[in-house]
């Protein structure tokens, strides 16, 4: 079964507007929440994270929001720009699984000039 | 400083051979996590490493598949007796500790044929 969902394989938005790409998870013993993005032939980059004893943690361009209580979270790019299409692949994990990373299947963005 | 690296970064291997696939984790990371992303699934964990030890190795898929670490640096991850569906792309990352994040080198894609 799968822990963390990214029910959106694929987002497209134009430069300048807010890309908002969403995450769900199953399992209540996470607590840390990761985004990571990936261009092909690369590894992952990670990109932002929260704790779960915070609802929202901002980096310039990037905010991600937490709903405990929904199990949800989201990640928000304003303003996107080109340079951000690519994979973005949710993580989750929880202190008493040794961290592992327990991934969802990605959205692929696209940012159009 | 440096990133993780990660070598070869292509392997091709026939069926029934032993590969070897080597991780160096950026310094002073004691946490090292090995994962694996086969054509169109998602990344799936493999096994964790705190310094030299793996307390978790319960994603590794067969027998034929160990990893050790030494010196509380570099890993080598070993499939033995390869087959067709242990091709995909083996995918190492690193960390300072719980919670953070992981960074992660650019991976080996390992063809089996």
Not at chain 1, 53 to 77: C, M, Q, Y
């Amino acid at each position: 079964d799968q822990q963390v969902k990214q029910n959106s394989p694929s987002l497209s938005v134009q430069e300048g507007r807010i890309s908002i790409l969403n995450c769900d998870y199953t399992n209540s013993m996470f607590d840390y929440f990761l985004w990571y993005k990936k261009y092909p032939a690369e590894g992952p980059t990670f990109l932002i994270s929260i704790s779960s004893i915070k609802d929202k943690n901002e980096d310039g361009r990037f905010t991600v929001f937490l709903n405990k209580s929904a199990k949800h979270l989201s990640l928000h790019i304003v303003p996107s720009q080109p340079g951000d299409s690519a994979v973005y692949f949710c993580a989750a994990s929880a202190a008493g699984n040794n961290r592992k990373l327990i991934w969802g299947l990605g959205t692929s963005l696209a940012v159009n000039p | 400083g440096a990133g993780v690296s990660q070598s070869p970064s292509n392997k091709v291997t026939e069926k029934g051979k032993d590969v070897e696939l080597r991780c160096d984790p950026i310094s002073g990371h004691t946490a090292l996590y090995w994962y694996r992303q086969s054509l169109g699934q998602g990344l799936e964990f493999l096994i964790y490493f705190q310094g030299n030890s793996a307390p978790d190795k319960s994603g590794l898929p067969s027998d034929r598949f160990s990893a050790e670490r030494t010196g509380g640096s570099v890993s080598t991850l070993t499939i033995q007796r390869t087959q067709q569906e242990d091709s995909a792309v083996y995918l190492c990352a690193s960390s300072l500790g719980a919670p953070g994040g992981q960074y992660f080198g650019p991976g080996t894609r390992l063809t089996v044929t």
